[in-house]
C-alpha cells in the first residue's frame, strides 16, 4: 500500500483574466494558501503555460516548476481535456466544440483534428519535460450520438465507431509510451469511453495498450447510478489518475438519469461541492490505498450552488482529511506469539 498524495487543485475552472488567476505565478500562490500542495495544469491555457515551449524546451519546464516550488506547490500532471475531445468530433457537435480548437482551424473539421492530435502530441512532450509520469485528456466521442438503441442501431455502426477511436488514439498512445507517460482518460459522458464496457471495447482495440488508462472521478458514475466503489476493484491497475468531484442524484417522479433538458441547478444529477453531495470518499479513498493508488488525489471543482473559491478551499481541507497515511506495521503485532516452522508443523499435527 502507498499513501495517495495530495491535495491537488485542476486549475481549469479557476483560470481567468483577473488577479490572482492570470498568472502561473499567482494562481499557484493562491492555490497553496488554500491548502493545496499540488496544482493540474490545463495545457490549453497560455495564462498558466506555453504549450509549444514546454513540448520543446527542458530549460522552460524546469523554470515552470521551479515557479511552482518557490509558492509551495508541486505540478502533478498535465491536462488536454479540450483538445482530447477533438481528436473525435461527431458532425453534430461540430458547432458546440469549434470554440475548443484555435481561431485557425475552426469550421475545417479535418484541419482541427489534425491540430487536436499535435497538441496532444506536445502536451505529452511537455509532460515529459516537467518529469511527469501520467497525462489527463478525454477521448471524443464518435458513437455518443447513438446512445440510446432507438431508432435501432444499424449492425457494425458502434464498432465502426470504435475501430476509428483506436486508429486516431494508436499514435498518440505510442508517443506516450516513447515519453514514459499513461494517458489517463477521464470516463466521462459526451465521451465514448463513459463507463468500464466502453473503456474495455476501446482496450481490445488498441490492444490492451500499456499506455491506455483511466482517470477516475465517481461525480460522472454517481450520475450514471454506476457503482463507482466496485469499479475500483474492477480497474484498479488501470487507474492512473483521480479528481475529487461531487456530485449527488435525486430522481424525482419527474425525471431522473436524463435531466429533462434542464438547468445544471435543476437537474436530479448535478455536480456539488467536495463534501456536499453523495459520494462515498472515505470508501474511495480507502479501497484506492488498498490496491496502492500512489497518484495525486486532485479536486475539480464544479458545483452549480456554491462559489468556486469557497469550494476550493473546502476541498483542500476535505481532501487532507481523507488521506490515508499507511501503515508500516500490522494491528495485531502485540499478540505475535513468536512461532518458527517447528512450531507451524506441531501446530498442524505434522510433528
Given at each position: 500500500m502507498k499513501t495517495i498524495k495530495g491535495p491537488a487543485l485542476f486549475l481549469a475552472?479557476?483560470?481567468?483574466?483577473a488577479a490572482p488567476f492570470n498568472s502561473f505565478d499567482s494562481i499557484t500562490k493562491w492555490a497553496a494558501d488554500c491548502g493545496y500542495k499540488g496544482v493540474q495544469v490545463p495545457s490549453w491555457d497560455a495564462r498558466l503555460i506555453d504549450l509549444d515551449k514546454a513540448a520543446t524546451s527542458k530549460t522552460y519546464c524546469d523554470e515552470l516548476k521551479g515557479v511552482a516550488a518557490?509558492?509551495?506547490?508541486e505540478i502533478t500532471e498535465l491536462s488536454t481535456h479540450l483538445q482530447g475531445q477533438l481528436v473525435a468530433v461527431h458532425p453534430a457537435y461540430d458547432t458546440q466544440f469549434d470554440?475548443?480548437?484555435a481561431p485557425s482551424v475552426r469550421s475545417n473539421p479535418k484541419a482541427r483534428q489534425e491540430w487536436a492530435v499535435d497538441q496532444v502530441t506536445k502536451a505529452l512532450s511537455a509532460s515529459k519535460n516537467l518529469g511527469?509520469?501520467?497525462?489527463?485528456?478525454f477521448s471524443g466521442a464518435l458513437a455518443w450520438p447513438y446512445l440510446y438503441p432507438w431508432p435501432q442501431r444499424p449492425a457494425g455502426l458502434v464498432e465502426e465507431a470504435f475501430d476509428e477511436l483506436a486508429r486516431r488514439w494508436t499514435p498518440l498512445l505510442n508517443h506516450a509510451d516513447a515519453c514514459g507517460i499513461d494517458l489517463a482518460y477521464e470516463i466521462h459522458p459526451g465521451e465514448d469511453l463513459h463507463d468500464g464496457v466502453t473503456f474495455e471495447m476501446f482496450l481490445e482495440r488498441v490492444n490492451n495498450h500499456p499506455r491506455a488508462?483511466?482517470?477516475?472521478d465517481p461525480s460522472h458514475y454517481v450520475l450514471q447510478h454506476l457503482d463507482y466503489i466496485e469499479h475500483i476493484d474492477i480497474y484498479h491497475?488501470?487507474?492512473k489518475m483521480f479528481h475529487v468531484k461531487d456530485a449527488e442524484l435525486n430522481p424525482t417522479g419527474r425525471q431522473g438519469v436524463y435531466?429533462?433538458?434542464?438547468?445544471?441547478?435543476?437537474?436530479a444529477g448535478r455536480f456539488r461541492s467536495v463534501g456536499d453531495g453523495q459520494v462515498d470518499f472515505g470508501g474511495i479513498f480507502s479501497k484506492l490505498t488498498q490496491y496502492g493508488f500512489d497518484g495525486w488525489a486532485v479536486v475539480e471543482w464544479e458545483c452549480c450552488i456554491k462559489h468556486p473559491e469557497d469550494g476550493a478551499r473546502e476541498g483542500a481541507a476535505y481532501v487532507a482529511k481523507q488521506i490515508i497515511r499507511v501503515t508500516e506495521k500490522a494491528f495485531d503485532d502485540f499478540a505475535d506469539a513468536g512461532t518458527d516452522r517447528a512450531a507451524n508443523r506441531r501446530m498442524l499435527g505434522l510433528e
Open positions: 475552472q479557476f483560470a481567468g483574466d518557490q509558492n509551495g506547490v470554440g475548443f480548437a511527469l509520469t501520467a497525462h489527463a485528456t488508462n483511466m482517470l477516475y491497475e488501470r487507474i435531466g429533462g433538458f434542464q438547468s445544471w441547478v435543476n437537474r
